[in-house]
């Protein structure tokens, strides 16, 4: 059984860096891209948008060990989290919300593990952000792209296989990230170079019911927020089911969960 959680508008910290370890890698794979050049550009700032609980926000300043890096995140309870386990002083973090950002520091680098997917529309905010960087600066971006993946597309699955039907009916489970080419349409007038590309990790889990646990930090979310307690744990428990035979667990013990993810990497022209 999953233990649902109590709803919430904001994240579980707690539970999201309970996989923080399987998140971590395709963070660094991101990093791995990003010029040097862009960490060592005074008076600028290396944002970390949609920085959660500050992980990624400290390897950037590992990373780049001098720039001032600078988390932004809507959450409070991430960002609480985030403050106590950073004592860098380069690492700031900051209450924003993605769609409304204004840097106070001019950015070399605007950077974003696993966030813009949970914004509607967000491509239409990517060339904004692109203006806001300095010629050769650089947007990285990383999104989950796994909306029809088993494990997404059960959750609609048991949204329908209930009497909580008629609650989750205009859930959808996360907006669509689009495809590579799109994001690719609208950067390309605005970068000197730019790489998009997808990766389809297969993530080691292991535990009772771990696609279930995984995504209950995630994209099950939205459908535990519309539920009281009891139907909580009855869709929880549904959703557990079917998702632990689409991903059986394996004789040692390891359940493989592939999950695609979309990379974008823009440098400023
Ligand atoms: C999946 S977590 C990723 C955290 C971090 N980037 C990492 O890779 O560990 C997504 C984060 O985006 C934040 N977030 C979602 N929508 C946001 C918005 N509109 N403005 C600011 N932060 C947002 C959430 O609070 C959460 O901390």
């Known amino acids: 059984m999953i233990v649902p959680q109590e709803a919430s508008t904001v994240w579980d910290a707690n539970l999201y860096l309970k996989f923080a370890d399987a998140r971590m890698r395709p963070a660094i794979d991101l990093m791995g891209r990003l010029d040097p050049a862009n960490g060592a550009r005074p008076d600028h700032a290396i944002y970390d948008l949609g920085c959660g609980a500050g992980n990624i926000s400290r390897l950037l300043a590992e990373r780049f060990a001098t720039s001032r890096v600078i988390g932004i995140d809507s959450s409070e309870e991430m960002l609480a989290k985030a403050r106590s386990q950073t004592a860098d002083k380069r690492v700031t973090f900051a209450k924003g919300d993605l ?8 950015p070399s ?14 491509i239409d905010l990517f060339p904004g952000l692109m203006k806001l960087l300095p010629s050769g600066g650089q947007l990285a971006i990383q999104m989950p792209r796994n909306h029809d993946a088993p494990s997404h597309a059960l959750m609609r699955t048991a949204a329908e296989a209930g ?17 590579p080419a799109r994001y690719y349409d609208v950067l390309k007038p605005l970068s000197a170079e730019l790489e998009v590309w997808e990766t389809i990790y297969q993530q080691v889990l292991t535990g009772k019911d771990p696609v279930a646990q995984y995504t209950a930090s995630t994209g099950l979310r939205p459908f535990l927020e519309a539920l009281d307690a009891a139907e ?21 013990g390891i359940t493989l969960f592939p999950f695609r993810r979309l990379f974008i990497v823009a440098r400023r022209a």
């Open 99 to 106: 769609a409304a950002f204004k840097p106070e520091v001019p």
């Open 109 to 122: 680098i605007l950077y974003s593990n696993a966030a813009y997917q949970w914004l509607p529309g967000h």
């Open 163 to 179: 009497p909580w039907r008629d609650k989750l009916a205009g859930i959808g489970g996360l907006p669509r990230v689009h495809e």
């Open 232 to 252: 909580r744990t009855a869709f929880s428990d549904t959703y557990a089911r079917l998702t632990a035979e689409a991903y059986p667990t394996r004789p040692d």
